[in-house]
């Protein structure tokens, strides 16, 4: 156990000002403006949250925290220090993957702390909002999938740089790829985001519970959070994802593996990422909209069925 304590303290020396810097840039920074438009124009605090730029850098923070704490200590010279201490491989990678999920969460969620405080303090209402608990059931997940992915191919590749344009490309495969193609739309974390029913709040007594859904109760507010069918997928699939990229991190620093990369290298990821995103977007265009007229051209003849949209 005191081993594990040292190597946690090691951590925290080592990433406790990127803690200060992301509570100051994703909560403080926010906040402050909030205050400023309350006192401004009298409105309760919480209408002066705007914490778009915390869902727009999130994945971004989440892919160098990620890479950060892989490539950190991977050296050949640190690491050989590392092996050759009292302290198993396995605890040694898990603090370090830990320590990093531990502050990417807490910079990236405690935002929505803030938020609901301000709301609690709001008489004749409750510390929760429909997008609130969306961000909260969903968000965490997919940020620790781009963590972890991240986390694996920096013990992976061992270079800095190099695994963050890895990691780049892998976060731009893990946001886009399930919302532009319609098989993977269950994967989608904006679409999550973006549709109430998939996680709503709902009064007990209210209407039944929808087929499939999950209620999860609310303690003490006579209120119930339902999820989806598609939820409950996207949250597995984020899960194993997550363990999968853990495992394959250890994997790498048990058996030493290391991808040697280069700059053509590099290159041939984004692009051929670029293309898949371009592909499965050219591939859905007219095909993933909902039917909403069927034209019969004659009594027992073809019938064509289509979408139909409007351009404004």
């Known amino acids: 156990m005191s081993r594990i304590l040292a190597l946690t303290w090691k951590e925290w020396r080592e990433l406790r000002w990127l803690l200060v810097l992301g509570l100051i840039v994703f909560t403080g920074l926010p906040t402050m403006a909030a205050l400023v438009v309350s006192m401004r124009n009298g409105e309760p605090l919480y209408w002066g949250f705007d914490y778009e730029m915390v869902g727009i850098l999130a994945p971004l923070v989440a892919l160098l925290l990620g890479t950060a704490a892989g490539v950190r200590d991977m050296r050949q010279g640190v690491r050989s220090?590392?092996?050759?201490?009292?302290?198993g491989l396995l605890p040694w990678v898990l603090v370090r993957y830990l320590a990093g999920l531990a502050v990417m969460l807490i910079v990236c969620l405690m935002p929505l702390a803030v938020e609901a405080v301000a709301l609690g303090a709001d008489p004749g209402r409750h510390w929760y909002t429909d997008y609130g608990m969306r961000l909260l059931a969903a968000f965490p997940l997919g940020l620790t999938a781009i963590y972890s992915v991240s986390f694996a191919l920096g013990c992976l590749v061992r270079r800095g740089a190099h695994a963050a344009m890895l990691s780049f490309a892998a976060c731009l495969l893990i946001l886009f790829l399930p919302l532009l193609s319609r098989s993977l739309s269950s994967l989608?974390?904006?679409?999550?985001?973006?549709?109430?029913?998939?996680v709503s709040v709902e009064q007990e007594g209210g209407p039944p519970v929808r087929p499939g859904h999950l209620a999860i109760p609310i303690p003490g507010s006579g209120s119930r959070v339902e999820v989806s069918?598609?939820?409950q997928v996207f949250a597995g699939a984020m899960l194993l994802g997550s363990a999968l990229a853990l495992?394959?991190?250890?994997?790498?620093?048990?058996?030493?593996?290391?991808?040697?990369?280069?700059?053509?290298?590099?290159?041939w990821a984004v692009g051929l990422t670029g293309l898949v995103l371009f592909g499965s977007a050219a591939s859905q265009i007219g095909s993933n909209l909902p039917v909403e007229r069927q034209l019969f051209?004659?009594?027992g003849g073809p019938r064509f069925s289509g979408a139909v949209f409007a351009i404004n």
């Open 297 to 299: 051209l004659a009594e």
């Open 247 to 267: 495992g394959l991190a250890w994997l790498a620093v048990r058996r030493d593996w290391q991808v040697r990369t280069n700059g053509p290298l590099l290159c």
């Open 81 to 87: 220090f590392w092996q050759s201490r009292p302290v």
């Open 229 to 231: 069918p598609q939820y």
């Open 188 to 198: 989608s974390l904006l679409n999550i985001l973006e549709e109430r029913w998939h």
